[in-house]
């Protein structure tokens, strides 16, 4: 029997096992951040330990760090702690720091692919949930706890259990309008917000294929959304192309003997699969979650459910709870809904095509008098590319703020909050209560979903508007 | 970390399902460089109003469940981000164990690492338990990780799963740093053949 690709990585990467023991995991890149990382050197000094491999540690700010301005006079004295505490743990342990005051600086997983550190059949962690992006690349990517930043810090290594495998076949081409992002909320929305919980997905089908590498970054970004620790994509051309001449990727010799590898990243034929899911992408719509947890999504077309038609009580009263929260009702159309805030940006959608995609839409219009809106880029590179193309000037035209490299809304833990009891249109990943703010209501959508509903002020169906 | 055996304590009951762990420790609360005091932040847009007032009618501040150090919650508990200040937040509270039909991965693995003992149990049987600490706070739950049990005062006992490795680790209070420096050896191979 075959292997899947899964599989592959995963056994090049066992150190050892002890019988009835997790396995030792090596781990080929460390990415860290100033928020889930100082209690972990906290850990390594407390044991008087260094960093085992400090060149496959790579740090960046994102998370905490103010997106108007990057002088830290100016900021609130929490973040600015962070950002200091991060530069000294990296100077102390000798890691490579893409700082604010640099020019690669970005949200972690939108920097690590861009500098050439993610490549094919790595193994990538990060404390952050969202490290299941990298695996866009054919890499094992996942997030981890502080805890295991400093096992990784010290040893380079984990004990892991070695999760299921869920092959995930998105067949056909997708309609007019219809993005990743779409494709990855109907998957969540189908299959639940806890029905990967011990599997690794693997994205497979002709429409996954079809994609360029920012979009398998959405789909693999939001495997966790889906309860996955780690999505995969087998690479192919288009990831070696990505890859090709960055910073950290393979050259000369080496590239062709790293392609030559990569090449064998693929699921054998007979390989099985612990369980499987098909979708028809050409049936698939733009999406909308009404709810506060990504699973509670619906076509834009559609309406929110009524409890009736929920299967088991603690969904509905998973639903009740939600619509209390979100101000929403059983039955009522997304489409109408009005939005309060627009928010462009996060590691699922701040990318430069996702910039140029929401640009086209909004380019001659204007962002709606009642909607305040915001473009966060990913990293300071995606930032200077959009500048180079004009779109910083399309979108403050449109009446859009166009702001620093970071985190921002996403999470809202700069200043950077919607005030509560305001409708967020969001191509972030999470929806949860509070998340963008405290009582703020998050509507997940694609970039052009969300730049439709600037200029409309309320959740349109974008297809009529690139008709 | 602290080693485990058995438990004997109140609960509280939380029904609520998917609770992610931006519920448990909102993003504000996560700009500390130290793991201390985060149990102020703990459900804290449940637990207080925009204000800072105590919410009367959430568990947490009911005097009745004062002390408790189990929390009874609904499935997919500690979804969501892979903050460990999740765990602290409950472990600085005072909880030491976890009982719902089921946990979110990351969450899980956080919790084992920090000595917060979770306790994963059909969902009829948490159904009951909340139903239970409801009507009576002072009810008294043993677990018993030895034995793998949860008990209630009547004697019924419920069965749970937990991996054999951790179980060891959390009785005998060791954590897996030490153990991973073990294997230097083996990591040296490992580095010696790997193209990365
Ligand atoms: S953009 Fe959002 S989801 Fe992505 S790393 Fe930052 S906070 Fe996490």
Redesign the pocket.
Known sequence: MGKTLFEKVWDAHVVTQDPGAPAVLYIDAHLIHEVTSPQAFGMLRERGLKAHRPERTFATM??AIPTRSLDMALWPSDAATQVRTLRENCEDFGITLWDIEGDVQG???VVGPEMGVTQPGMTIVCG???TSTHGAFGALAFGIGTSEVAHVLATQCLLQHKPKTFAINVEGELGFGVTAKDVILAIIAKNGAAGGTGYVFEYRGSAIRKMSMANRMTICNMSIEGGARAGMIAPDETTFEYIKGRPYAPKGEEWDRAVAYWRTLVSDAGAAFDRELTLDGSKLEPMVTYGTNPGQGVPVTGCIPMPDELDDAAQRRSLFSALEYMGLKPGQPMEGQPVDIVFI????N?RIEDLREAAKLVQGKRVADSVQALVVPGSKAVKAQAEKEGLDRIFSEAGFEWRGAG?SM??AMNEDKAGAGKYVAST???NFQGRQGPGARSLLMSPIMAAAAAVNGRVVDVRDMLN | MEPIQKLTARAVPLRAENVDTDQIIPARFLTAVTKEGMGDGLFYSWRYTREGEPKPDFMLNDPAYAGAEILIAGRNFGSG?SREHAVWALTDYGFRCVITPGFADIFYNNSLKNGLLLAPLPEDAVNMLLDLVEEDPTTVIEVDLERQTVTLPDGQEHHFEIDPFRKMCLLQGVDDLGYLQSKAEAVAVHEARSPY
Do not use: A, Q, W
Not at chain 1, 345 to 348: A, D, I, K, W
């Open positions: 994102d998370h949200i972690v997983h952050d949930s969202h940006g996060s590691c699922t701040g985190c996403c999470l972030s990943n999470r | 981000s």
